[in-house]
């Protein structure tokens, strides 16, 4: 278990240079923006905040949703008091408002398991950091990891994303509601991949707990497609070959030709009383059926 103390004065330097020692930059400003958010006044000379992540023993993972019970007893009133947080998606829990100089009881508890409890002590003014760790996963099961896919800027969700874990057979597609379910893996660290067309691709490390299922919210962000040059090519159709063709032998004066304009004048309303009037054309009665006979004109 970690342990880092710094004043109320460094939330307001969250993004400055000064980093307190035991935290990284990417904690510093995910604490002290929790704590701004989520505190607001804070009675520096009779209160404390306290904070951190609950994660699993042996894998690591991030115990999202796990329940973090802060415990103490009034001596003057001989009465335990109990408050509680749950840890969001990144394992982080946070207590506003813990009384400054005391000993209060720490424990995590999640999925039937529970930490060791431990003693704090949190001055007045202060900050403390707490990373808590379940004995949780047997690193002889398989895990299990879900996920969400939204779209980072509207958070909808993104259906069809494809998610593969490299190095594996392990590929799945996310529903219509931007859900996705892998196969078991074995316990260990993973990199996902995450694609879709019309989005920029991700990857992301995962470790994969034994006997436990995470479950990922995964943001993908637009990116434009550049297409390839069309180059457009215009054949003329047989139809209009047909029609030049057409145009040719009437302008060389070969053969008899009927035009719409013919058509419409001659009142004709069946083919045969059309074609009896072409030079070259006999039509013959055989019983039930008519057949047209053509002789050359030459």
Known sequence: MNR??????????????????????????????????ACGQVDPAQEGVLAGTVRD????VAMAGATVRLEWRDSAADELTVQESVADAQGFYLFCHVPAARSVRLSAHVL???????????????????????????????????????????????????VRVRGTDAVTLSNDRGLFVLPELPYGVYV????????????????????????????????????????????????YNDMEGLKRRMDQGFGEFLLRNDIERSGATILPEL?????????VENGRALRIRMRSSG
Do not use: K
């Open 112 to 162: 039937g398991r529970a930490s060791e409890p431990r003693l704090v002590t949190v001055e007045a003014g202060t900050l403390v950091v707490e990373h808590v760790e379940v004995p949780l996963s047997d690193p002889e099961e398989p895990g299990f990891v879900t996920g969400l896919v939204v779209d980072a800027e509207t958070g909808s969700a993104v259906a069809q994303a494809e």
């Open 275 to 283: 074609l009896i009037r072409m030079p070259g054309v006999r039509i």
């Open 57 to 60: 023993q042996d894998s690591g």
């Open 4 to 37: 880092s103390h710094t004043t109320f004065a460094w939330l307001f330097a969250v993004l400055g240079a000064g980093v307190p020692s035991g935290l990284d930059a990417q904690q510093e400003a995910r604490l002290g923006q929790a704590i701004v958010d």
């Open 192 to 239: 996902l991949e995450v694609d879709h067309i019309g989005y920029r691709g991700r990857e992301l490390p995962v470790r994969v707990a034994g006997g436990v299922t995470q479950h990922l919210r995964i943001e993908l962000t637009t990116q434009p497609l550049e297409l390839e040059g069309l180059s457009v090519r215009v054949e003329p159709r047989r139809f």
